[in-house]
């Protein structure tokens, strides 16, 4: 178990950088591997702005299954620990900067700020006046059109290949003061998130990794947690904050 006195007090800088594996074991599909989400759909048809201009109707209908697959998930116990360490670092005048690379709102929901640096699912963005909506209300394949200005379509307010990820100014002003960073649940496939680890580590940050199996940015000095984040990740906080076992979240 991690220990370390000064780790959880004023002056500490965790960054904390989750993908799909951490909603994995709230029964959302990750996107590499068996079974996963790209598995049947080529990228360049649903998530590019190219696949949108030429086919929205199949983009939308890709997303919109996206959509209504929130409605049927819960936060995980691995969610809860992470707002659970943001907290407590808050309390005791630390700071926690959470990123996500996942568009589900299962953070948000556990109770965490989170930037979520390739959009958000349950949100709706108008490409003509910019007028951006949180929708959790239409989830069938008719398409939305903009409450402001009446474009007929609103599109996904999601960060599609060739597009820039949302605040990589306030990110990466971050991991300038990192002090220990955890990636959980992420391959480090994608760019740019997949460099943030080395960033920490060349700041001399304590860098930890969570995921199933040992991902591609992972290197010596990095401690490996494996195994699943609903099991690892509570028991990890708790260790970190002193305690033997995890309270229910
Ligand atoms: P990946 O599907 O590439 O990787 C999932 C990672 O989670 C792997 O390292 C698994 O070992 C790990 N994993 C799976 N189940 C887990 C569990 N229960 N607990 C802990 N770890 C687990 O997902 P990402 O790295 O998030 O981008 O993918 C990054 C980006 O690639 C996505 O945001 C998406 C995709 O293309 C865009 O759509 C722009």
Redesign the pocket.
Known sequence: MPSSPDSLQAGAHWVVLT????S??SGLA????GG?L?EGHS?EDV?TPEAWARDPQTVWRFYQMRRRALLEVEPNA?HYALARLERHLNDVGARCTLVT???DDLHQRAGSNVWPM?GELCKLRCERCGHLTEDREHFDFDFVPCPECDFPRLRPH????GEIPMGMGEIEAALQTVTHFLA???????WP?AGFLHAARQLGARTFV????R?ENLAPQDQFLE????E?LPRWVAGWMGEDLPSAP
């Open positions: 993908g799909a594996g951490i994995a074991d990750t996107f590499r591997g996963g790209w990228v998530a691995g690379q996942n568009v390739h999601i960060v599609w290949f959980c649940g992420t391959s480090g496939a994608v998130a969570n995921a199933l199996e991902p195994g699943s984040a609903s690892v």
